[in-house]
């Protein structure tokens, strides 16, 4: 049935079958190998599990990022099974440098309620998948539509500026009335006979077409059905986010280290199980005072040191909330506290670090190469 697009311009009809037919047949000449694209030798749709794990890592994190890690996931976690009874940590330590870290506990639980209450088999509904932990609203239609064929729409962030785009949308795609204008789009345009792959080539253009900046119109398999390119507003459409200013935290950071053996080790600490990192592993960290650590903060960060910690590093590191400032101290111990974990470079490979600790262990690892860093 056709779209009537309502706005104070002459009304512009969007043709739904003409629309999908444009889509998908540019969609079966241009879409990119993608290693989830990959049908089960079992039938022509992608394996359910492969899809559920794309989906999870492509929240947030780019298709060039998530490729290499999908791969090297399903190395070590090659079923859902697999998945389900490795250890959380194992798990945290694959997933390092893709950020975003409750997406892996998460993933990590549902295979555990998937062995549990389905049998080991993925729920093909969107309310089933819903129940997952981590799913929500778009992972669900995504995965149902894409490994199951259910024809549902999946709304994310490309598929919103692809459709605020066509229809000429100017108001806000973050506040609700416009969200639920652009899931009832999606649904009105859905293609009954492939909705995965209808889903899956809206994903696409956006990513690769209708970019956020400098659009290929020129290219663009459905310019005839767009009123952003009719009226030359794509640039203006999707309407901007408000910046606002992120908090900047400062943190302390102190790297410890005691020579066993003639080999050095670092002192490490685990994080709580609940909040930003939750259950990785650090370099013991607290919040930063004003001016330089008194011996009281590195008492309390680390009883063990002997020396009074040098500064070394600072990092920047950035989240969709706010930003840090790690200041990295360094300073060795005379013994190890009883309690304390104590790792040498390379134990602290096989530990789940987040981001800055990360940068401070290659930090570490270059002045062992070259003893004149930091000297
Ligand atoms: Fe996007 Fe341009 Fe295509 Fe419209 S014509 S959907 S603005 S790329």
Not at 280 to 291: E, K, L, N, S, Y
Not at 352 to 373: D, F, G, M, Q, Y
Request: net charge positive; hydrophobic share 40%.
């Amino acid at each position: 049935m056709p779209v009537v697009i309502s706005c104070t311009m002459p009304k512009m009809v969007l043709s739904a079958p003409n629309f999908r037919r444009d889509l998908l047949n540019w969609y079966d000449r241009h879409q990119r190998s993608l290693p989830w694209r990959t049908p089960a030798p079992a039938g022509g749709r992608p394996e359910p599990y492969h899809v559920l794990l794309s989906e999870i890592m492509l929240q947030q994190t780019p298709v060039a990022t998530v490729t290499d890690y999908f791969q090297r996931f399903l190395v070590q976690f090659p079923t859902i099974e697999s998945l389900a009874q490795a250890d959380e940590q194992r798990v945290l330590r694959l997933w390092q440098g893709l950020g975003y870290y409750s997406r892996a506990r998460n993933l990590h639980r549902a295979a555990g309620v998937v062995m549990r209450d389905h049998g080991g088999v993925l729920p093909a509904t969107v309310e089933g998948l819903r129940e997952l932990p981590g799913i929500g609203r778009y992972t669900a239609a995504a995965i149902a539509s894409i490994a199951f064929g259910k024809c549902v729409a999946a709304v994310d962030g490309n598929v919103t500026r692809v459709l605020c785009r066509l229809n000429g949308i100017e108001s806000d795609p973050r506040r609700g009335a416009t969200i639920e204008r652009l899931w009832s789009l999606a649904d009105s345009l859905i293609s009954l006979r492939r909705p995965g792959d209808f889903n899956s080539a809206m994903m696409e253009l956006g990513a690769i077409v209708c970019r956020p900046k400098s659009p290929q119109c020129l290219l663009c398999p459905v310019r005839h059905h767009c009123r952003a390119f009719a009226e030359q507003s794509q640039d203006r459409i999707p309407a901007p986010p408000k910046r606002r200013k992120l908090p900047r935290v400062r943190r302390w950071t102190f790297v410890i280290e005691w020579i066993f053996e003639g080999e050095r080790r670092f002192r490490i600490e685990r994080r709580p199980a609940v909040g930003r990192w939750a259950g990785m592993w650090q370099f013991p960290t607290i919040v930063a005072g004003c001016g330089a650590p008194a011996d009281d903060d590195v008492e309390r960060a680390c009883p063990a040191a002997a020396s009074v910690p040098r500064r070394i590093l600072a990092i920047d590191h950035s989240l969709t909330h706010r930003r840090y400032r790690f200041t990295v101290f360094h300073g060795v111990a005379a013994a190890p506290d009883p309690d304390g974990i104590w790792a040498s470079i390379d134990e602290l490979d096989r530990y789940p670090l987040p981001k800055p600790h990360v940068t401070i262990l290659a930090w570490l690892r270059n002045r062992e190469a070259s003893p004149t860093i930091g000297s």
